[in-house]
């Protein structure tokens, strides 16, 4: 009964351990026409972590949108994170999606951090900026 | 009855860990993933390209030295002075395709010329083509700048702990007055733990 109890306290370890593991993470998303962002939080555990504490824009000397996001740490030691910025036109179809790529963060103990991003066509409009965990990116 | 029902779970963990393993396991992975080395990787190779991309753009010196107008641009193949086999044109030819994409620059590419005067040869002379329209040299544009870059590497290897720094290095040059008019550099350090068993 011993053994048993052990085994299946093993295998339900090892389940709920999987099940940490999530791909989910925290949307920013700014339209750079109207001024306005909208904040998508899908990870209860990132959302205890890291804040998005704000978000500016402007325009590059060559007429292109770049945004700013400041994000901060929630928690006293550091964590590593991944991000990426996306671009989308007035129709909200994705420009150059392939390109854009996940780069990693580390953020130190509440410490704030700028990441930004410079769109890379005249058509983008609105930005996107998504976080995720780095063990998810696997 | 202990032991048995000991012996059949300790068999059907076995086999329920040994039987799917039939085949190996193949899986299209995305493009960022985790490090699996210490070496450069393609997800850093992406980054360092977007970064590059992003810096020439947003630069305010390039315009200045263009007055404004697109520039014409060739790529000088990178120099890699690292340790590792990396195809430095692969990246530059990453760049090239996202500065196009960006409609603020032009490029020419002198890797081609030997098939543009090939080209230009069979229109003038195999008689095919209408000599009204057939292609003729000495009209193409010239390139106004280039950009070109170096790739190194610092490694540190203390007991069972890598430690590998590289750094990308990409500048662009004026051809007129031989100014460097925009450069910008990506670091990447990577530190591997090999484990004791």
């Not at chain 1, 420009?95 to 983008?124: E, H």
């Not at chain 2, 393609?42 to 030295?65: F, Y």
């Not at chain 2, 590289?166 to 090999?194: C, H, P």
């Amino acid at each position: 009964m011993k053994t048993i109890n052990m085994l299946l306290a093993v295998v339900l370890a090892g389940a709920v351990l999987a099940g940490c593991r999530t791909t989910a993470g925290t949307s920013v998303v700014m339209n750079h026409e109207t001024g306005g962002s909208v904040i998508y939080e899908g990870n209860t555990r990132l959302h205890n972590a890291l804040a998005v504490t704000a978000v500016t824009y402007d325009k590059v000397p060559a007429g292109l949108n770049r945004v700013n996001f400041q994000l901060t740490s929630l928690i006293q030691r550091s964590q590593h994170v991944q991000y990426r910025i996306s671009w989308y036109n007035a129709e909200g179809m994705e420009i150059d999606a392939d390109t854009r790529t996940y780069k990693p963060l580390n953020l130190q103990g509440l410490d704030s951090v700028t990441v930004s991003g410079v769109a890379n066509s005249p058509a983008a409009v609105t930005s996107r900026l998504r976080v995720r965990e780095w063990r998810a990116a696997r | 009855m202990k032991p048995i029902t000991n012996v059949l779970l300790g068999t059907a963990m076995f086999a329920s860990l040994v039987g799917c393993a039939t085949a190996p396991r193949v899986y299209e992975s995305e493009l960022d993933r985790t490090p699996l080395t210490t070496r450069i990787e393609p997800q850093d190779i992406r980054r360092t390209v977007e970064k590059m991309a992003e810096s020439l753009i947003s630069d305010a010196g390039v315009l200045d030295a263009t007055k404004g107008e697109r520039p014409v641009l060739d790529i000088e193949p990178m120099k890699n002075r690292s340790q590792m086999i990396v195809d430095m044109q692969s990246i530059t030819d990453s760049v090239r395709m996202r500065l196009l994409r960006s409609r603020l620059f032009r490029f020419v590419d002198r890797s081609t010329s030997g098939a543009d005067i090939a080209i230009m040869d069979e229109q003038a002379q195999l008689g095919l083509t209408d000599p009204r329209k057939a292609i003729r040299g000495g009209k193409q544009t010239a390139a106004q700048m280039y950009l070109t870059g170096s790739l190194t590497e610092m490694s540190t290897h203390v007991g069972r702990i890598t430690d590998r720094y590289y750094k990308f290095t990409m500048i662009l040059k004026d051809l007129r007055s031989g100014e460097i008019v925009w450069t910008d550099e990506q670091e990447i350090r990577k530190v591997a733990n090999r484990p004791m068993f």
